[in-house]
């Protein structure tokens, strides 16, 4: 990581560690006292939030990286309150711009999109923070709860260019990623005070066009938030720290030589430890049983459901048919992935119910007879549910049901408006009559605060634990008191079990880098693995 310069060694900031870790002292106060969550720190009193000592732990070691002009990855597990951790963070910046280097010279405030520019005097923080698209309404209003003294703009919809000359008037600005890709050539015209990423995770992928887009934002600090930095392979990992903190972590190819391969081929010891030194000023992780020792228990249950006779012989002639038609093609060819993946999704919804992979199928399906009861006895006892599954053609034969019985519930999916997401997510926190609340893991596995719910039904396995768990957090999460049971559905014999036990080989190194459950995405190998008997 050193560079020769006039008979020196040259290291980067970021490396620090590396000193430290051989004992050497640079001369000067190096960073290892104040990245930490120790020592004297009192929030703004413009903060209306009390927040609980691990969070202001979490926000002191945000401003410490701040002062150090280093960025921070806030990894806490879902549902400890990353977002409140981090407005509290920003209204400490906003706080000491004018005893700062880095002092905004605006001075206007648009306080909404379409309204006039007032000059003011103050100075605005100029926060750029990126989310899904889900979260927009939810980051504004926990800004408004917790810092109304910020002004905030949701820099959204299709009159959004409108603000783009007082862009830098505002402390806070909340866009999507999609938003911020699409208009990635006007948002490099700013500089930011801050760029803060919302599950960051979504540039997991260094090839992505969000990558490549968000990496050329100009921003003097930067943030990055996620309960799983770490979703496929360590390559994820790479890309979160080069966002946050470029080189850190040197080029993809030196990480994937020295890191990636020995770790998830061998599980060389020698080379978690030498990562976690780089990487763990910058990771700050604390998980629910670490530091929400209030929160209520936990249980979590796992129903194996038989499948009627006439799915069971659906079943298997679709995996034989399967298996023989891949028999038959070359693995080495682009497209095998491609068929492999559709024929475990066939064999994924027929173990559901064959409706979702025929729809012209009248026959039974015995996980839908075992969930329907389950459900109707959550209902009759007056409780509430969250309902998961992959499928949103699964989900809506679940709402079928349930609007047949005159049972109300709401749903929420990838496809629906915002305005309408909301909705849901109102009604049914708010509505004692609404028990029932459907939703897709992918739309409604992250950001969602549902403790309205006290039981969580998964209905169908994913081979990544950490969707799963993100979908347990909307129920099991700060401001929960009641008992939350986790109930996962599982048709035996077929590609569920075995999706259960690639599950439990990949949990295999948890907490060895930053207490994470997963660190290899899925090879040919596990994928045909799958389709075995």
């Known amino acids: 990581f050193a560079t020769e310069e006039n008979h020196c060694w040259r290291l980067a900031k970021v490396h620090f560690p590396l000193l430290q870790k051989q ?60 977002t409140v951790q981090t407005i509290a963070a920003l209204l400490d910046a906003r706080e000491k711009l004018k005893t ?37 309404t939810n980051w504004r209003q926990e800004c408004r709860t917790y810092a109304p003294s910020l002004q905030v703009l949701a820099y959204t919809g299709p009159e959004r260019k409108r603000a783009l000359k007082t862009l830098s008037s505002f402390d806070v600005i909340i866009t999507t990623y999609q938003t911020a890709v699409t208009d990635i050539s006007l948002l490099t015209q700013h500089v930011f005070n801050y760029l803060v990423l919302d599950e960051s995770q979504t540039i997991r992928n260094k090839n992505s066009q969000a990558f ?14 996620s309960g799983t930095p770490i979703e496929n392979s360590l390559s994820d990992l790479w890309a979160q720290m080069e966002f946050i903190n470029p080189s850190v972590l040197g080029s993809f190819e030196f990480f994937r030589k020295k890191f990636q391969l020995p770790i998830e081929k061998d599980k060389d010891e020698n080379a978690i430890e030498q990562l976690k030194v780089l990487v763990g000023p910058y ?3 604390r998980t629910k049983e670490q530091v929400a020792t209030d929160l209520p228990p936990l249980t979590e249950e796992v129903r194996y459901i038989e499948m009627t006779d ?26 095998y992935r491609f068929h492999v993946l559709s024929a475990i999704m066939k064999l994924r919804q027929i173990a559901n119910h064959p409706k979702l992979a025929d729809e012209n199928y009248i026959g039974d399906s015995g996980k839908f007879d075992d969930v329907r009861a389950y459900l109707e006895t959550i209902v009759h006892a007056g409780h509430k549910v969250l309902v998961f599954s992959s499928f949103v053609s699964h989900l809506q034969l679940y709402a079928d049901w349930l609007r047949s019985i005159q049972v109300p519930f709401v749903i929420l999916t990838g496809s629906m408006a915002a305005s309408d997401r909301d909705h849901s997510v109102k009604q049914f926190q708010e509505d004692p009559g609404v028990q029932v609340f459907l939703l897709s893991v992918k739309a409604g596995g992250t950001g969602l605060n549902l403790t309205s719910a006290d039981y969580v039904v998964l209905l169908d396995p994913w081979w990544n634990p950490f ?8 129920a099991h999460r700060i401001g929960q008191t009641k008992n939350v049971i986790v109930t996962r559905f599982i048709s035996t014999s077929t590609i569920e079990e075995k999706i259960l036990a690639l599950q439990a080989r990949k949990t295999q190194l ?16 596990e994928l045909d693995s799958l389709l075995e008997e």
């Open 467 to 474: 969707a799963e768990k993100q979908a347990i957090a909307r």
């Open 100 to 136: 700062e280097a880095y002092s905004s010279a605006s001075h206007g405030v648009q306080l909404d999109l379409f309204g006039e520019t007032i000059i003011t005097g103050r100075t605005a923080l100029a926060a750029l923070i990126i989310v899904p698209a889900s979260l927009v």
């Open 310 to 335: 006439e799915q069971a012989r659906y079943f298997q002639k679709e995996k034989s048919a399967a298996r023989n038609h891949l028999m038959g093609l070359n693995r080495q060819q682009g497209q």
């Open 212 to 225: 490549k887009s968000l990496f050329q934002i100009q921003a003097r600090h930067k943030i990055s938030l």
């Open 283 to 285: 990771i700050l992780r």
């Open 23 to 82: 004992g050497i002292h640079t001369g000067t106060p190096i960073m290892q006292t104040e990245l930490t969550t120790e020592g004297e720190f009192t929030p703004s009193n413009l903060l209306h939030a009390r927040l609980r000592p691990y969070q202001l732990d979490g926000v002191r070691w945000l401003v410490s990286h701040r002062l150090q002009s280093l960025g921070a990855c806030l990894a806490d597990d879902m549902g400890l309150g990353k």
């Open 510 to 525: 948890s907490g060895d880098l930053i207490d994470v459950d997963e660190l290899s995405g899925l090879s040919e190998d």
